[in-house]
């Protein structure tokens, strides 16, 4: 008990920013949540907050631990709900968002399935590629690909993403094949517009070193599926998700390019806020997308 309480004021000092917020949360003294913040850092033998007069801050290896303790409790109250709830049918409305490509191949599909499944429940799934505030705008979960910003939402990892360079062999045939990212400044390449989310550009391992590039070219455009048509059509080099090209890679129409830069792959994340008792059929629902998304015939249907 001790050792979940140490864990929920380290979550709760670190989302709300202070001592005395997290202590009025919980109805205590600030001293008792220090005192558990000390405990567990002496625990772990590590620092994980950085404290002074006017603010709170992570260290490096508590934002790392902060995201597993994220999970953890998260995961403590599914268990309780799961054993709450008995055989008490999951019912009420679900709204769900996701970004709009990977939305349509690998969200839309599994909501029909998942309706199938649960019969009182009513799903509206939203596809949109800007970063929808789900606790203001009313959503229970959010589908979310590539790195999570840090907030105070809850996060639970369903697979790994990993973004490749692609282009025909038509294309390569006209203009060579680059041998290293330094190379792409002498390419057509195809990239979203700087109004699109993708701000820290092109992400490769060099050197043992994770570097992002912004190459250019003299065509870009804020909606991905619009990249990935252009470089179907030959046009340039691309930087897209495997889930988008790997079944052109399979067939033979694009070509994978630089794979021994290949940054290390992010995730595919549930997103949903921070709640002490999460309801039933948000539980179930990403349990249905953790379970479809481990399992490797999904991927190689979509393809």
Known sequence: ?????????????????????????????????????????????????????????????????LEDCQRLLADLANAEASVSAGGVKA???????????????????????????????????????????????GFDCAVRVGDLPDSSLVSVRLADNRRLCVATPGYLKRHGT?????????????????????????????????????PSGRMDCSDGQVLHDWCLAGHGI???????????????RLVRLLDDFAAPPNGIYAVFPQRRHLPLRVRLWIDFLKHSYGDPAFWQNAA
Not at 197 to 206: C, N, P
Not at 238 to 252: I, M, Y
């Open 1 to 65: 008990m001790d050792r979940l309480k140490q864990i929920e004021s380290f979550v709760s000092v670190s989302l709300k920013g202070s001592l005395t917020a997290a202590a009025n949360a919980e109805g205590v003294a600030p001293a008792v949540i220090g005192r558990r913040i000390d405990g567990l850092e002496e625990r772990l033998g590590v620092k994980l907050l950085v404290r002074t007069t006017r603010r709170i801050t992570l260290t490096h290896e508590g934002s790392a631990y």
């Open 91 to 137: 019912s009420g409305h679900l709204r769900i968002t996701a970004p709009a490509g990977f939305g349509r191949r690998h969200v839309a599909p599994l909501v029909p399935k998942f309706a199938e499944l649960h019969a009182e429940v009513s799903v509206s799934l939203n596809l949109s590629d800007r970063v929808v505030d789900i606790v203001h705008e």
């Open 178 to 214: 680059p041998a290293h990212p330094a190379e792409l400044a002498r390419h057509q390449c195809l990239t979203l517009s700087s109004d699109a989310s993708q701000t820290r550009g092109w992400a490769f391992s060099v050197d043992g070193e994770l570097q992002h590039l912004k």
């Open 238 to 252: 691309a930087w897209r998700s495997t889930w988008e090209v790997e079944g052109e890679v399979a067939d033979g």
